[in-house]
């Protein structure tokens, strides 16, 4: 009996730690950290290759990277006792959905929804969020399955924000905005949402509704990369100084990357540091080859130049 309790317990310690990774994987998602949502669901998969729920997000988060092969290599391994799951579903209608065939894609979507009844709020989610993050996505579809999870959790305001995405997406803004202000609503730290208004109002040139939702954002969770590199943006040009702080903020907050080097490059030559502006255009040089971005020369020349001045 003893026995019995310990293997029972530990099976339900095992579960409860991946199932605690997986939201890991989740959050550094949705921060835009892909990098690390990679890692974290490779080691996931390494230690429980049926995962579905897994073998999905990894799929969304190559996507998200432009790693299309990289996506297609990997499915290709799915184990196949995943393939009797409903995430399998998930997986394959993200990556046709990629590929831009949308009825295919489609297809493996409502086979998801059939096999669980239409009764599991979360996959209706990442069904719909699949589309939205996709260039290639039904909008509409999206918010039918959104409106449908609603129904069956009226008080989850992550959906709300998904739904305001959505509407994004269709250039609809009162209906985004309902959505986003819905979301805080329910939970005022709902951090996505002040984001989103923040881009909202952003595509409508509205500097001080803007910036102010980037900051809430901030404020709901400072670790919230992608708010400090849109605060970044806006100062830029208008307030270098300000806009480093705000750099410096991001690169603590998010994934390396190679954008990352030609912004601080460039925030270097802004800020009138021009040695280290100098001295980070020649690393990227060397690094990228052919492949460098024809502007850092021009940078190059002008830090000489000023240096001069």
Do not use: C
């Amino acid at each position: 009996m003893k026995i019995l309790s310990t293997l029972i317990f530990s099976i339900l310690l095992s579960t409860q730690m991946h199932a605690q990774t997986l939201d890991k994987s989740r959050e550094e998602f949705y921060y835009q950290r892909y990098q690390s949502a990679e890692v974290t669901l490779h080691n996931i998969l390494k230690i429980d290759p049926n995962n579905a729920e897994a073998w999905a997000m990894l799929m969304r988060t190559y996507i998200q990277e432009g790693k299309n092969k990289e996506a297609s290599d990997s499915f290709s391994l799915i184990p196949e006792p995943v393939k009797q799951q409903p995430y399998f579903h998930i997986a394959a209608g993200a990556l046709l959905l990629s590929d831009n065939n949308a009825a295919a894609s489609k297809g493996h979507f409502e086979q998801a929804i059939e096999i669980t009844k239409s009764k599991n709020i979360a996959l209706l989610a990442d069904i719909a969020e699949i589309n939205i993050e996709s260039q290639n996505g039904d909008y509409i579809y999206a918010i039918a399955l959104l409106d449908k999870a609603i129904k069956k959790n009226k008080k989850n305001s992550s959906l709300y924000s998904a739904k305001g995405r959505a509407y994004r997406k269709l250039h609809n803004g009162t209906e985004a905005y309902k959505a986003f202000m819905r979301s805080i609503e329910i939970n005022r730290h709902e951090t996505i949402a002040y984001y989103e208004l923040g881009k909202l109002f952003l595509s409508q040139k509205n500097k001080e509704l803007y910036t102010e939702y980037f900051t809430k954002a901030i404020e709901s969770d400072p670790g919230f990369g992608p708010a400090y590199y849109a605060l970044y943006n806006h100062f830029l040009y208008s307030d270098p100084s300000k806009a480093r702080d705000f750099f410096l903020q991001y690169l603590s907050n998010s994934d390396r990357s190679l954008q990352q080097a030609y912004s601080y490059t460039d925030l270097l030559y802004l800020t009138n540091n021009y040695d280290s502006a100098i001295l980070r255009a020649q690393q990227l040089i060397r690094d990228e080859g052919d492949k460098l971005q024809p502007r850092i020369y021009k940078l190059i020349s002008y830090s000489y130049q000023e240096k001069k001045d």
